[in-house]
Structure formats: structure tokens, C-alpha cells
């Protein structure tokens, strides 16, 4: 029996994972707004607490503990250097939790966490390369060749989200113009819909939005698409555009078996995955949702140890 922790941006789920790689429970909590890695490491001790108590296993039938962090990772030392949403700043996350529940604990980045639980239990379980893309806040990338995550130089491998599309494009948060997550995250799609409906509120989009009281998330466009809205029909085709701009390089540098598509707006499924592979054309490689959706970070950080 083995921890997984899968930290993102705003929240953190943490899954008791079973010798056959299912999640038994899970317990999740938000993250935003704490100021620093001790605020954090408090909220996710308890989250782990709590699994305890809901699944009535005790810390001492727990084999290991994996965590997958957001941002920029030192696995020599154990240590989260920088991460975008969270107050961790070169953070001794290993440590920490070693010294809290006394078990052997692995760090990986939560992109490569996903990957990892993929090709371990889900969709991507008899392919020896496959890159994994998780469409978020921005995107994230897992690359494993030969049947190995791809780390780089300093863990810095599958910041996919930062190949340039569009030298003309966006400044992205990293600093430089026109990364592909500037125009093909679910952030992106997101301030697209909401540039759209002030320009036209009486769409079929713009009366979803009011129904929701003016909220827009990433299912705001597949409700409005589901009820034939034109406006949602063009905002996704752009959108469909730059993702499969980005899907081609991707396939074009690794030639894959399989890309794995992740991340909240992968639930739509087909509706956004057939006509994914419809933009991308005629290919060899797999392009596939995710099968494990919210437990692929969890079940892959509860996997680090066979990596
Ligand atoms: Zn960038």
C-alpha cells in the first residue's frame, strides 16, 4: 500500500494506492492562498491523515510515499527550486514528509507523475514511448522513451508548453512570446470565451455564461458547443488549431507511440479528442485521452519507486 500526493496550482489530492495501482481513497484539499511551505505541508499532513482515518489504515502499512510538484524540481536533493502558483522556493519536500511519516518518499514533477501513472496502469500500459500533455492552467509535458521518463539537464525535459507557436503571439508567464500555452491551454481558452462573450451576449455561449453568472471555465464552450452555438464552434476550431499546431511538433520531434491528453478539459472526451485527430491528420501515433483522469498523478507519484 503507497501514498501518492498530487500537488498542483490551487489544490492537492492524495490517494491510498493498492499493490494492483488502484486508488482506494482519496481526500483533497485547496492550496491558494497559503503564503508559505509550511502553511502547505500542513494542509497536505492533514490530507494524508485523513486517509487514514477514512480508509482505517495506519501509517505503518504504508510501503512509500511519492509526491508530484508543479515547476521546477531537484531530485538529487529532493527539493522543489521554484513553482509558479506555490510558495515553495528550493523546499526540502522530501525531507519534510520523511520527517512527518518516517517512510521512503520520491519527487517527481506532476507532469512526469501523470505520464508515469499512465504508462503504468492506464491508457498507455503497452507502449515503450509515449508523451503525456496535461491541458491546465498552462501545459504540461511527460516524455518517456523506452519506457523511462526523459528528466533533462536539472529536470528541466517537457516544459512542452513553452515551444514558441507564434513569434508574433503573447508574452507567456516565462517571459518569451507566443508559447503554445499562451493559445492552447484551458486558461487561454478560457480568456478567448470571455473576450468573445462581451462581444456578443445574446450567443448562445453568452446566455451559458449568464447562467452561470457570469463564471467561464474549461466546460463553458463544450456546453455551448453541445447546444449548437456557431460562436463556440469558431472559438474551438481556432482553438483546435494551435493544439494540433503543437500535438505535430511534438510528434515530429519523438515520433511516439502514443500521446496521452490529460488535465481538466480531457473529460470531454470525444467531443474534444475526434476532432483532435481530425486537425492532426493522417499519423501513426496514438493521440488518446487520458484513462485514469484526476488519479494519474496520484497513482504515478505512488509509483515513483519502480522508476
Ligand atoms: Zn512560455
Redo the contacts with the bound molecule.
Keep these: 500500500m503507497r501514498i501518492g500526493i498530487d500537488l498542483g496550482g490551487t489544490s492537492v489530492a492524495v490517494g491510498l494506492v493498492d499493490d494492483e495501482y488502484n486508488v482506494l481513497y482519496r481526500t483533497s484539499a485547496k492550496t491558494a492562498g497559503c503564503k508559505t511551505d509550511s502553511e502547505l505541508f500542513e494542509i497536505i499532513n492533514k490530507c494524508v491523515y485523513e486517509l487514514f482515518e477514512i480508509s482505517d489504515i495506519s501509517n505503518d502499512k504504508i510501503d512509500s510515499i511519492g509526491i508530484g510538484c508543479p515547476g521546477s524540481t531537484d531530485l538529487e536533493r529532493g527539493l522543489v527550486v521554484r513553482s509558479g502558483n506555490l510558495p515553495l522556493s528550493n523546499s526540502p519536500v522530501v525531507s519534510i514528509l520523511t520527517e512527518e511519516f518516517k517512510k521512503k518518499v520520491y519527487l517527481d514533477n506532476d507532469a512526469n507523475c501523470a505520464a508515469w501513472g499512465e504508462f503504468n496502469s492506464g491508457i498507455a500500459k503497452s507502449v515503450h514511448n509515449m508523451i503525456m500533455i496535461t491541458l491546465g492552467t498552462g501545459i504540461g509535458g511527460g516524455i518517456l522513451i523506452n519506457d523511462k521518463i526523459i528528466h533533462g539537464l536539472e529536470n528541466h525535459a517537457g516544459e512542452i ?2 515551444i514558441v507557436v507564434d513569434i508574433n503571439g503573447k508574452r ?5 512570446i507566443g ?1 503554445w ?2 493559445v492552447a491551454s484551458t486558461r487561454a481558452l478560457i480568456e478567448r470565451v470571455r473576450s468573445e462573450v462581451k462581444q456578443v451576449p445574446y450567443s448562445i455561449i453568452g446566455k451559458v455564461v449568464a447562467e452561470n453568472n457570469g463564471y467561464v471555465d474549461g466546460r463553458t464552450l463544450f456546453t455551448a458547443l453541445k447546444r449548437g452555438c456557431k460562436v463556440a464552434r469558431d472559438i474551438f476550431e481556432d482553438y483546435l488549431e494551435m493544439l494540433s499546431v503543437g500535438v505535430l511538433n511534438i510528434i515530429d520531434i519523438f515520433r511516439p507511440d502514443m500521446i496521452v491528453i490529460g488535465g481538466g478539459i480531457s473529460k470531454e472526451g470525444d467531443t474534444l479528442l475526434l476532432p483532435l485527430r481530425e486537425a492532426v491528420g493522417e499519423c501513426s501515433t496514438r493521440i488518446e485521452i487520458s484513462s485514469l483522469n484526476d488519479n494519474a498523478g496520484i497513482i504515478g507519484a505512488a509509483l515513483l519507486y519502480k522508476k
Design positions: 508548453g513553452h507567456c508567464a516565462c517571459g518569451r508559447c500555452e499562451t
